[in-house]
């Protein structure tokens, strides 16, 4: 299925609308522009390739002097041209390419963007050694060598067939004006009805053109695209930087979380449980029935809750459980805390990191909470494995089914977090039951 709006000449192309709209111009644009771009590259790249060049001629035409056909001489300049060549070579191109990716515009609307990374430092010597040690800088060069070469030689060969066809379509008009004999084609014709017969077939070679030029700038565009753009080695690159900053954001967060944790265990916790004391102990000094003893009591009893609510809010923000036995012993409180009859059973015969750990147990935490509100289940399982490098996680219930995203049971949330440790989530829940949530994290300690 074609996009509504075309953004390269050959999508244009096959749309019934493409010779009277702009992108036939638009390719012959970039086609006449073509040899411009080539020339300006064809001179500093002939310098560089000098010293090749007086090889080729002493090989081809053969040496005046026995001495210039010396293999050491020889091998000394294909040495310098190659110095040469590979030293300024990225130096004529870079600007070129620059000049070339904003010409593509001409003939492909989506954006590019160039593969040259950003120098880890400033200064000339951390850019020379990045540029001339990134694959983009090569490709460009492979590029200006094919534009100052083939792309412009065909762009000249279709140019040239353009100016024909336009000469052939008004050939009866410079016989009129001046009469005499013309060359069109292999023939010569002297009258404009001699030339009649070109100028039709001139008119009916414009559609041809509009398609040729269409077809040459587009694929001139995809081969732009390809070696001016960011390459694969790049677009890896920018996913493995990705990969190490959501692990440093991800060991980040745990670590936050355990000082907010730590903080307010040792902190806001222990004041309460002081201040829940001190009530307790001015009870009993106020004589029983007083209208302060009931004020305090009431007051005893509120913070001896808040206490509770707070030791809740602890254990969910990081249970000490989990950091001290890992996830084998955290996860039958969860299924303690479970209005539902819960079976765990655990195969996890090492620690594995705390944030894998931290997030199958929340993954856990979410899936009993679902069941209790929403499944109306009898009995549920938690099964929890190493399976090679992978974590594997189930949850299920002999419940009522029907678990889905869209339902607002938090399972987009829980795949969000899986998703972020770089693992899977999977959930089979048919109407009727019976539901099994399964989640596969990575837990290999060697993997970012």
């Known amino acids: 299925m074609l996009p509504e709006t075309p953004s390269t000449p050959i999508q244009a192309a096959a749309t019934r609308r493409f010779l009277t709209g702009g992108w036939p111009w638009r390719s012959a644009g970039y086609l006449l522009t073509t040899p411009v771009t080539a020339a300006v590259a064809v001179g ?24 210039w056909t010396h293999p050491a001489l020889l091998a000394l300049l294909i040495a310098t041209g190659a110095l040469l060549f590979s030293g300024g070579g990225p130096l004529v191109t870079l600007p070129l390419a620059a000049l070339e990716r904003r010409r593509l515009r001409l003939v492909d609307s989506r954006p590019i963007d160039s593969g040259h990374r950003r120098p880890p430092r400033p200064g000339l010597g951390a850019w020379v050694r990045t540029r001339y040690t990134e694959s983009a800088t090569w490709r460009e060069l492979v590029y200006v060598l094919l534009l100052a070469s083939v792309l412009a030689l065909t762009a000249l060969a279709v140019l040239t067939l353009a100016g024909t066809v336009a000469f052939m379509i008004v050939s009866p008009l410079i016989l009129v004006n001046e009469p005499g004999p013309i060359a069109l084609l292999v023939a010569q014709v002297g009258t404009p009805k001699e030339a009649l017969p070109f100028m039709v077939v001139g008119v009916a ?103 509770a609510e707070l030791r809740e809010l602890i254990h969910g923000i990081h249970p000490q459980v989990l950091t001290d036995l890992g996830l084998p012993g955290a996860l039958p409180g969860l299924a303690e805390r479970c209005p539902v009859p819960v079976t765990v059973s655990t195969d996890i015969p090492r620690r594995l990191p705390a944030h894998i750990e931290s997030t199958a147990y929340f993954v856990v935490a979410e899936a009993l909470a679902n069941v209790a509100k929403h499944s109306g289940a009898a009995n549920a399982k938690v099964n929890a494995r190493v399976d090679g490098v992978l974590l594997v996680v189930e949850v299920g219930d002999d419940g009522d089914g029907g678990a889905a995203p869209e339902n607002g049971t938090g399972l987009t949330g829980l795949a969000d977090r899986v998703a972020v440790m770089s693992g899977r989530m999977e959930m089979s829940s048919p109407n009727g039951g019976p539901t099994l949530l399964r989640v596969e994290l990575p837990c290999d300690p060697n993997s970012p």
């Open 44 to 67: 500093p790249l002939a310098a560089l390739a000098g010293p090749w060049a007086g090889v080729a001629a002493l090989v081809l035409t053969g040496a005046p002097s026995d001495a």
């Open 205 to 307: 070679m414009v559609p041809v053109c509009g398609y040729t030029f269409a077809l040459l700038a587009g694929v001139h565009g995809a081969l732009a695209r390809r070696l001016l753009g960011r390459g694969h080695e790049e677009l890896r690159d920018e996913l493995v930087e990705v990969t190490r900053s959501r692990s440093r954001l991800v060991d980040l967060f745990e670590a936050e979380r355990h000082r907010i944790e730590r903080d307010l265990h040792d902190g806001a916790q222990q004041r309460l449980v002081t201040l829940t004391m001190r009530l307790g102990l001015a009870r009993l000094d106020l004589p029983a029935g007083s209208s302060a003893a009931t004020q305090l009591a009431e007051a005893h009893d509120q913070a001896k809750q808040l206490m």
